[in-house]
């Protein structure tokens, strides 16, 4: 099992790393989620997800999460053939928390560096869609 430390870290980037071990057959938990980043102007990132939970219809779907954890599983759901028998089975074996629970035991790896550019973390991001934890 794996042990990731989300923070500071490009979901883009900590996402596809995991989608590809998940595929090989790791079990992997991702630690620290709403301290994860994506890099842009805040006012493009709000609109993007803006726009995804706007779409479809509220009864039918697509649903989009506000929850930092979910968006980011969701982030990697994307990555993976979950459609088809071993994506599906690659996707059971991600778990991902927000901070780091208790019975949780074993280094973290840190993937996440020091961002120069202009960036908001899902955190920042589930608020202002409207989550409240």
Do not use: C
Request: without cysteine.
């Amino acid at each position: 099992m794996m042990i990731i430390d989300a923070s500071n870290a490009v979901v883009g980037r900590l996402s596809s790393y995991v989608a590809k071990q998940l595929l090989k057959g790791e079990k992997i938990v991702i630690i620290n989620a709403e301290k994860a980043i994506i890099t842009g102007k805040k006012e493009s990132i709000i609109r993007e997800f803006e726009e995804k939970r706007a779409r479809g219809v509220p009864k039918y779907g697509p649903f989009f999460p506000k929850r930092p954890d979910l968006i980011l599983r969701r982030i990697i759901r994307g990555m993976l053939p979950y459609k088809k028998p071993h994506g599906f089975k690659a996707y059971k074996n991600l778990k991902v928390y927000m901070g780091k629970p208790e019975g949780l035991e074993g280094e973290a790896k840190k993937f996440g560096k020091e961002i120069k550019t202009s960036y908001m973390t899902l955190y920042d991001i589930s608020r202002k869609l409207g989550w409240s934890d």
